[in-house]
C-alpha cells in the first residue's frame, strides 16, 4: 500500500488509515476474534495507522484496541483524542491530562504518537480559539514533553474563522478532516460546502503550515455505499457530519453517481467514493472504520486500485451538483 509522509510530521503512514471508531463498529462492538483478524489483515495490507478515541464506546474502542494489539505483538502508528465535555472545561488542562491517562492505560502504552483534541472550534457548544491556545494548547504541549505523545492534532469541525486560527497558529501538526464526494469543500476550495462555508481556504492554510490531513467520514457514515442498510455490528443510526441535511439525503445523492459504476469506473458506488477520497490531492491518510473483515478487504482493493481518472472526478462533481 502507497505510504506517504504526513504533513510536516515526517510519519510514513499508509494511504488507507484504520479507523476503530463506533460508526463501523467493529473494534466497539464485534468479538475479540473479529477484531483481531481485522487488524491482523490491516497490518498485512500495509496498513501503519490506527486511530480511536477515549469517546468510542466510552472507552471501549481503546480496551479492544490495548487487548488485540498486544495479542497480536503489533505496535503500529497510534493515535486517540480527548473530547471535553462542558462539565470539565473549569480545568481543561486537567482533563486532558486525566483523559490521555486513561487512553494510555486501556490501550496499553506508555505514549502514542498522535493526541488529538476531538471538539468542534468555534461552534455553538464546541471550545472557543482562546479556550484551544490558551488553556487546552498548554496542557498537550505539556504532555508532549513529557513523552506521552509525539504529535498534536485537532479534529477540524467548526467556524472557519476559529479554526483558520487554530491552524494558524503552527501548534498543531495534524488536522482530521471530514471530506467526501458528497462534501469535497476542504481540499476543493471553489465548493462552498456545507452552509456555505468556504473549508478550501482551510485545506490551504493547513498545508501551508505542514499540517497533515487526515481524511474521515470519507463514506459519508456508509451512505456513499448507496444503501441505508447497517450492518448488526455498526451503529444503527447514523447523523451526517458535514454532509447533507440526513442520512438518507446523502444516500439519495450517493444514488446518483450510479452511471459511473454502470460503465465500468468502479465495481461499486463504495469503490468510487473510497478511491475519490483515499486518492485526493492533499490528503495524507484517510481513515475506513469497517463493521466486518469483509468491509476491511473491500477498502483495501479500493486502495489498491488506485485512483479515479481525471475525468470521472469531474464527473462525480457535476452529477452531485
Not at 463498529?25 to 489483515?41: C, F, I, N, Y
Amino acid at each position: 500500500m502507497e505510504q506517504r509522509v504526513l504533513g510536516r510530521t515526517g510519519l510514513k503512514v499508509s494511504a488507507l488509515g484504520y479507523g476503530a471508531g463506533a460508526v463501523g463498529g467493529l473494534m466497539v462492538r464485534g468479538t475479540p476474534d473479529e477484531q483481531e483478524r481485522s487488524l491482523a489483515r490491516a497490518f498485512e495490507a500495509g496498513i501503519t495507522y490506527v486511530d480511536t478515541a477515549a469517546l468510542y464506546g466510552n472507552g471501549e474502542s481503546e480496551r479492544n484496541l490495548g487487548r488485540a494489539l498486544k495479542a497480536l505483538g503489533a505496535r503500529p502508528l497510534l493515535g486517540t483524542k480527548v473530547r471535553l465535555p462542558a462539565g470539565t472545561r473549569g480545568d481543561i488542562g486537567a482533563a486532558i491530562a486525566a483523559s490521555l491517562e486513561a487512553s494510555l492505560q486501556r490501550l496499553g502504552r506508555d505514549s502514542v504518537d498522535l493526541f488529538q483534541l476531538h471538539d468542534d472550534i468555534g461552534g455553538a457548544e464546541g471550545l472557543t480559539t482562546a479556550q484551544v491556545l490558551e488553556e487546552a494548547l498548554p496542557a498537550l504541549q505539556r504532555l508532549r514533553e513529557q513523552g506521552k505523545t509525539r504529535f498534536l492534532g485537532i479534529t477540524a469541525l467548526g467556524a472557519v474563522p476559529a479554526l483558520r486560527a487554530v491552524l494558524e497558529s503552527g501548534a498543531f501538526d495534524t488536522a482530521q478532516v471530514p471530506f467526501n464526494a458528497l462534501n469535497p469543500s476542504w481540499l476543493a476550495p471553489a465548493h462552498a460546502g456545507v452552509a456555505g462555508q468556504d473549508f478550501g481556504q482551510l485545506g490551504k492554510v493547513a498545508a501551508a503550515h505542514g499540517v497533515g490531513m487526515i481524511g474521515i467520514r470519507i463514506l459519508a457514515a456508509g451512505a456513499l455505499t448507496g444503501s441505508a442498510e447497517r450492518h448488526p455490528v455498526a451503529m444503527q443510526s447514523v447523523p451526517p457530519i458535514a454532509s447533507g441535511p440526513s442520512f438518507a439525503a446523502d444516500v439519495a445523492a450517493a444514488l446518483r453517481l450510479r452511471p459511473l459504476v454502470e460503465e465500468g469506473i468502479a465495481g461499486s458506488l463504495a469503490e468510487l467514493a473510497l478511491r475519490y477520497a483515499i486518492f485526493a490531492p492533499g490528503m495524507g491518510c484517510a481513515l475506513i472504520g469497517t463493521a466486518s473483515v469483509g468491509q476491511l478487504e473491500a477498502a483495501i482493493a479500493a486502495a489498491e486500485a488506485g485512483p479515479l481518472p481525471a475525468a470521472a472526478v469531474e464527473r462525480i462533481g457535476a452529477l452531485l451538483a
